[in-house]
């Protein structure tokens, strides 16, 4: 996967991170997934189409999202509930967002779906054909995995 595509997700969750927790994460080891792989507690899922296709899934446990939520709405979340699972899916769109504008910059022109929420264990997620860039990122409240599967869209001949 090229780093174009990489960089601006990292750029993006660092200036997200640091707005919502007060301090940058610090970036965990790279790694890579084929195919079909099991999800954390709570996922955030992104489509990506445009002259970039596939998906971006952010994952973590429960209880980095419930810190996490707790930090945006300013209250401490006891339950995940609408409004805790709304600020983590914020949070994607915030990440997101900011990497798709940091894409246009280097020339790739994209959209994202809406966010889906995806809640609990076992559950497994496909990002088909295209391979996944694991970027785990170390928080103060613990683990958040960047699955990054994109690739460029094949060209159709007229």
Same mark, same amino acid.
């Given at each position: 996967m090229k780093a174009d595509?990489?960089?601006p997700f990292l750029t993006a969750a660092v200036n997200v991170f640091k707005s919502i927790m007060g301090v940058a994460p610090e970036m965990g080891k !790279? *790694?890579? @997934? @084929? *195919?079909?792989?099991?999800?954390?507690q709570c996922n955030v899922v992104f489509g990506v189409t445009g002259e970039l296709e596939g998906q971006i899934i952010f994952g973590m446990t429960l209880f980095a999202a419930d810190k996490i939520a707790s930090e945006m709405l300013m209250? &401490?979340?006891l339950t995940f509930n609408e409004l805790a699972a709304s600020a983590i899916a914020e949070m994607g769109n915030m990440i997101s967002g900011g990497a798709l504008t940091g894409l246009s910059a280097v020339g790739y022109k994209c959209w994202l779906? &809406? &966010?889906? !929420?995806? @809640? *609990?264990t076992k559950v497994q997620i496909s990002t088909l054909d295209i391979p996944t860039l694991v970027v785990p990122l170390i928080t103060k409240v613990g683990e958040i995995e960047i699955n990054i599967s994109l690739a460029e869209r094949k060209k159709i001949a007229a």
């Open positions: 595509f990489v960089n !790279l *790694g890579a @997934r @084929r *195919g079909v792989f099991t999800s954390q209250a &401490p979340v779906s &809406p &966010p889906s !929420l995806i @809640r *609990g």
